[in-house]
């Protein structure tokens, strides 16, 4: 299961001021990709503007510029059959169609793509083009900032219309916005600030722990109070758990509605026209997670976690991580984490650095550095420098070689 995001097209998002193509790596094979560069240049941008997109993440438009000139797009690796697999027919066969536009589109197509972050693309799309054509769908797919519901295909978007018209394929809002919902569906994205709580963040019952947990545990959970069993006299289908719980709480409430109307009949119980009537097993399993973590805490040494020192939370953050991925086997997640080595002793940074590159090994790790000392301990992935003066030469490192700041 390979689910890769190689590189992010990003306009007024911070620092991240006007069009950047920023790339992540060329190979499936290698899933970590570290950037380096000074404070203030945007590394830690690039994870946030990732977090916006899947996660809705506030977002933080460069102060002077248009909102409606901003977007974020990553540039996604989809594996053809796990995409088709949770698409129906008709999405399926956008995605095909415009897949194919994207491994075969060329700088011929309009002028604005003869500008240098283009050509970083361009030539990231043919290094790629040479082992995956056959087994993924390539293509940039993003938001922007007015509409962060449905896709954006950015300066392509008027040609990629017109391709698909003429295969009498129109690419409306609705279309869109379900080829928006199955990337999203796709993915777990973690965002691990800097400046993160430890203590929350491995709360289990949050989100971004919940994203780390086994899909397996999840849906046997879902089973359980969806499961219909049959009554062996009758042969009938009994209700699940979810379906008493849901009967049990409506009769109870008619109940309670018609004793409150005999009190005053000016009282209801009404359900929002927009709000859902009865309780999912995801709202229930969502409060047995809760409950069922919530008298569960991670200790070190027998100590509470706020307890340790900063450094200690954010080695247990990553062990912790590392124990769920190792678990979890679908490769369906991609974590960022913003300076893993962020207050360790010096001592401690290589070995976080070994763990970074572990958690590399089954899924996609983006991460922020400032402690290029821990980079001998990464022998695969990639290296990417940002300069703050130059972006539009953006380029990527295969392996752990340092580039000058000018190019790298």
């Known amino acids: 299961d390979t689910r890769m995001i190689v590189g992010l097209f990003i306009r007024h998002y911070k620092v991240l001021k006007n069009l950047n193509f920023i790339p992540l790596c060329n190979s499936v094979e290698e899933k970590l990709s570290i950037f380096i560069g000074d404070n203030g240049v945007g590394k830690s941008s690039i994870l946030e503007s990732l977090d916006t997109f899947f996660n809705g993440r506030n977002w933080n438009v460069t102060l002077g510029q248009k909102k409606d000139e901003a977007f974020i797009a990553p540039v996604f690796l989809l594996k053809k059959n796990e995409i088709n697999s949770i698409s129906s027919p008709n999405i399926r066969k956008y995605f095909e169609e415009i897949g194919d536009f994207f491994w075969n589109v060329t700088e011929k197509l309009n002028p604005n793509l003869l500008k240098a972050e283009y050509s970083q693309f361009f030539k990231l799309r043919d290094e790629l083009k040479k082992g995956y054509i056959q087994e993924f769908y390539f293509l940039p797919i993003g938001i922007e900032y007015n509409n962060r519901n449905a896709s954006y295909f950015i300066t392509f978007n008027r040609e990629l219309e017109e391709t698909l018209k003429e295969k009498e394929m129109i690419l409306d809002e609705g279309i869109k916005q379900q080829l928006l919902s199955v990337v999203r569906k796709y993915y777990n994205f973690i965002y691990i600030p800097v400046e993160s709580k430890v203590k929350d963040v491995l709360k289990l019952e949050n989100r971004e722990m919940q994203a780390l947990m086994d899909d397996k545990i999840l849906e046997k959970i879902d089973t359980i109070l969806n499961d219909k069993k049959f009554d062996k006299i009758t042969g009938k289908s009994k209700e699940s ?121 089954n899924n996609q790790i983006i991460a922020t550095t400032h402690w290029y000392g821990g980079l001998p301990a990464i022998n695969k992935g990639f290296l990417i420098y940002l300069d703050k003066e130059d972006r539009k030469t953006i380029k990527f490192l295969e392996g752990i070689t340092y580039i000058p700041s000018q190019s790298c």
């Open 241 to 361: 758990i979810i379906e008493n719980v849901n009967y049990s709480l409506n009769n109870y409430m008619r109940d309670i509605s018609d004793k409150i109307q005999e009190i005053d009949a000016g009282y209801s119980f009404n359900i929002d026209g927009k709000t859902k009537k009865n309780l999912t097993s995801a709202d229930v399993r969502d409060k047995i997670l809760e409950a069922y973590f919530a008298i569960r805490t991670l200790k070190k040494d027998k100590k509470e976690i706020q307890e340790l020192s900063s450094g200690e939370q954010r080695l247990a953050l990553i062990d912790i991580a590392t124990a769920f991925l190792l678990k979890k086997d679908n490769g369906n997640t991609i974590l960022a984490i913003d300076e893993p080595e962020n207050s360790l002793h010096i001592s401690k940074c290589f070995a976080q650095m070994e763990r970074i590159r572990k958690l590399s090994e």
